[in-house]
């Protein structure tokens, strides 16, 4: 949708199939206002600390309102009307909800190895305490991991800071450079959009398209 837009083409295929997976689940609206709220501020805030230049009044407003349009586009009710009313709501959220839960390990410790996948199995223990380091203590807490090792927070802040630094000097890039032109390895040969979602989902929907068409009576 980023690269595409929603309203036309593979971007609307992609919101459609996103709802066609949420709708066989049940999902309480708070929990896609936060989970939409994510997508807004974390981006922003990890540009303004570790990107080369922090982003502007506009560039804030145009994640909001674009990731506000795809909220309604899925049929999220009450989107906080206003980049900063959505910001505070989503705070208050994270302080009622945040804690430790079984669920949460399995999601953030399979997201952890994904993320460990891309290395050397040798530097996974490197690639672990490195995550650590970039989650605050509730993050840490919530997924039940290990507190980073000493100054790991600093070092990898100021690494990422000085690479900050030293892409400001690089000339402008000139064309996108959208994760979606990337090679991927999980389909290294490409992917159709209507084969994403989870498992049985995806097995449910092939056995009905397989399944003989009966004739009418």
């Known amino acids: 949708m980023c690269q ?5 083409g593979r971007g609307r295929e992609a919101l459609e199939r996103m709802n066609w997976v949420h709708r066989h689940f049940q ?25 080369w230049r922090a982003t502007c009044r506009n560039e804030k407003l145009a994640y909001y309102h674009f990731w506000r349009q795809v909220g309604k586009r899925m049929g999220l009710r009450d989107i906080p009307p206003t980049y900063e009313a959505f910001e505070a709501w989503a705070a208050g959220y994270e302080r009622a909800q945040f804690r430790f839960t079984e669920s949460n390990q399995k999601i953030g410790s399979a997201t952890r190895d994904l993320f460990a996948s891309w290395y050397p199995r040798l530097l996974a223990p490197v690639v672990y305490y490195a995550i650590y380091a970039l989650l605050d203590d509730a993050m840490i807490a919530a997924f039940g991991f290990p507190q980073p090792l000493p100054f790991s927070r ?12 030293a892409v400001r000097w690089l000339p402008p890039r000139k064309t996108p450079n959208f ?12 992917y159709q959009i209507g084969q994403l979602g989870p498992p049985r989902l995806i097995e449910a929907q092939q056995r009905k398209a397989e399944a003989p068409t009966l004739p009418d009576a």
């Open 154 to 165: 600093a070092l990898a802040a100021g690494g990422l800071r000085l690479r900050a630094y």
């Open 27 to 51: 999902i309480d609206n708070n929990d896609y206002l936060y989970v939409l709220s994510t997508f807004i501020y974390e981006p922003l805030r990890w540009i303004d600390r570790f990107g």
């Open 4 to 8: 595409w837009g929603y309203e036309n």
């Open 179 to 190: 994760v979606t032109s990337r090679k991927n390895r999980t389909w290294p040969r490409g």
